[in-house]
């Protein structure tokens, strides 16, 4: 499977099967995201929906790490603190922001719609003509631990480094933060 | 089109691990109820499946009259299986619809998942044709896999919690979502430390790295290097178990369900066979964690000494070895909740955070001291390090604890005063 680009059909195989109806459920959830706003839990939900697809999606690329890590660490960790925090505060429906037609949504619909074309030519024109699979075979063991951990500590050491860092500030801010009331 | 005979086998393969663990749950939950009666000095379910033919009726064939065959309560669990299927579907009016139904589902997904990284057997003797049987998936990075997916295993509990719209459920959700939480991490660093030991994240490799022999020793070849043998293995084993039992929300950690507090918790409002989904779950998890267990510190499915016969034979017997090892882990389940009275709140959070989460860290870093000093100065040097490290950090915490316990307040404790209303009590 060499390229593909936007005017031509992509062939039809196991691999693009899947990766559609992945797609379809990551945009769908995407969506309930947002569309959900009146119950809390199940925008959650669907966050995790899509999460999960997302991390499928990575397993059907052949980086089994990146989609572990993915389910680990927001899957697992952050959106059951997530519903955790939701559950505990016993999250009701919102007030709705806009009620009337507002100039503000047209504005809103203006930058969202900017933000999209900015996207897309970022990544998808540049895509179109990419060769996706070159790209796994340029580097020897793409997706596995050990490569990660590699080009981690060497290539990457320094913004390895500084996100731990960042961790740490944030770990210890959290614990003073904690802590403070105590005095 | 491709190739589609690489799904069969994959779906081969799930079905191979996956049915037998579904079947097995029936018989697990008697063995449990017989157990729990033995060690509690009562009979249990020991009657359901005896036949006893009459002695005069003329229905039953000769040979038949006035004999008893006992099938010591075995048809219980059927008989509960059947109760179960059969009972009303009762649906409160105020749960919210479609997280209630999928909570029990999402309560059995994570135990069938789990199976998929477990290897019943070696690949070389359980292969068909060069397509290898077991595991499911041999991926890079199992350890992690197990990670995750058993992080899943919280969605289940919370949202059925949530759903049932019941206080008491919503009470067992939030504390089964906190108490994974707090034992996550320690479970995560044991099984750090064991993947460091190994050099890898792959469940074959590390059962491959448990064929060697005890400690490196050559001379205690005929004992396998089991990683429950060795010191830092031992530690992370203890740990491991322990936040098993509590990922698994057993006694004595099962206060997302205590009976005397919350009714019973996330599935009070779940009947039939919505509850028997939960209930099946949990059963499933136990086994699968006991097969984890088994595999990363009991050697998986090999037998404790090696000899160069002895080898080949227990590779065909590979899945029974597997079977007794995680059914002797799942025994000890049961021996857990006979013995061991529910911990109070604090003391579940405090076992997790300030004992289990310390000494994970102190096993991790002592592993890694001395895997360090042993690729670079060699092996003497690699256990004086060990040895000097392990003594620091204990200095370090036990130093820490007196502080902590010198300057802390004294424990709080409530006083229950009971209080009549119609003398105008306060």
Redesign the interface.
């Known amino acids: 499977m060499g390229g593909f680009s936007l005017g031509q059909p992509m062939p ?3 691999d693009t099967v899947l990766f559609g109806l992945l797609a379809l459920v990551a945009a769908i959830s995407a969506v309930g995201v947002v569309a959900f706003g009146r ?1 809390p ?2 925008s959650a ?1 669907s966050l ?1 929906v899509n999460f999960l697809t997302l991390a499928i999606i990575y397993f059907t690329l052949g980086s ?2 990146l989609g ?2 993915q ?2 660490v927001y ?3 952050i959106m ?2 997530f ?2 925090v939701i ?2 505060l016993n999250l009701g429906a919102q007030p709705p922001l806009a009620k009337a037609k507002d100039v503000k949504m047209l504005l809103a619909i203006l930058v969202a719609a900017g933000l999209f074309a900015a996207v897309f030519a970022a990544v998808v024109l540049p895509m179109a003509s990419a060769d996706i699979p070159a790209i796994g075979k340029e580097m020897k063991g793409f997706g ?2 050990d490569a990660i951990g590699y080009s981690l500590l060497t290539e990457y050491v320094w913004p390895f480094e500084m996100a731990s860092v960042l961790l740490l500030v944030g770990i210890v801010g959290s614990i003073l933060l904690v802590k403070r009331r105590k005095q | 089109m491709e190739d589609i005979t690489p799904i069969l086998w994959a779906l081969l393969r799930v079905v191979l691990i996956a049915v037998p663990l579904l079947l097995l749950v029936p018989f697990l939950l008697w063995w449990e109820r017989r157990l729990l009666g033995w060690m509690q000095d009562r009979v249990g379910p020991n009657r359901v499946g005896n036949i006893t033919f009459s002695k005069t009726s003329r229905l039953v064939p000769k040979p038949l009259r006035g004999k008893k065959y006992r099938l010591f309560g075995l048809a219980q669990a059927f008989a509960d299986g059947i109760k179960l299927t059969l009972k009303e579907d009762i649906m409160p009016a105020a749960v919210d619809r479609v997280i209630y139904l999928i909570a029990p589902a999402l309560a059995l997904f994570p135990p069938i998942a789990l199976l998929a990284t477990i290897p019943w057997g070696p690949s070389n003797v359980f292969s068909i044709n060069g397509n290898p049987l077991t595991p499911v998936a041999d991926i890079p990075v199992a350890i992690l896999y197990i990670f995750a997916v058993s992080s899943l295993g919280v969605y289940g509990i919370v949202l059925g919690g949530y759903a049932s719209n019941n206080k008491y459920s919503l009470l067992g959700g939030l504390r089964s979502s906190a108490q994974l939480i707090s034992y996550e991490l320690a479970m995560g660093m044991s099984l750090a430390a064991m993947v460091l030991a190994t050099g890898s994240l792959s469940m074959t490799q590390m059962i491959a790295e448990q064929q060697k022999p005890l400690w490196g020793v050559e001379a205690l070849g005929f004992i396998n290097n089991w990683f429950v043998f060795t010191p830092f293995g031992f530690i992370s084993a203890v740990i491991f178990l322990i936040c098993m039992v509590a990922e698994t929300n057993r006694a004595p950690f099962d206060l997302p369900e205590a009976e005397n507090e919350l009714i019973a918790g996330y599935h009070t409002e779940y009947s039939s066979m919505k509850f028997a989904s939960f209930f099946m779950g949990e059963y499933a998890a136990m086994l699968v964690f006991s097969g984890i267990f088994s595999t990363i510190f009991l050697g998986g499915y090999t037998l404790p000494f090696s000899a160069p016969g002895l080898d080949a034979a227990a590779g065909y017997l590979a899945p029974l070895i597997l079977f007794v090892k995680s059914i002797f882990i799942f025994t000890c389940f049961i021996w857990i909740r006979a013995t061991l009275p529910r911990l109070r709140y604090d003391q579940l959070m405090a076992l997790g955070w300030k004992w289990l989460l310390p000494l994970a860290v102190t096993n991790f870093v002592v592993v890694m001291v001395w895997i360090a000093a042993t690729k670079v100065y060699g092996e003497g040097i690699g256990w004086l390090a060990v040895g000097g490290c392990a003594a620091i950090i204990f200095a370090v915490f036990g130093i820490s604890a007196q502080r902590s316990r010198t300057g802390a307040d004294p424990l709080q404790s409530r006083k229950v005063i009971l209080v009549d209303p119609k003398k105008g009590g306060a």
């Open positions: 039809v195989t196991v119950t839990v199940r939900l995790v089994e790490m572990i890590i389910i680990v899957t697992g960790a059951v603190l519903l955790f559950m505990l596995k631990p």
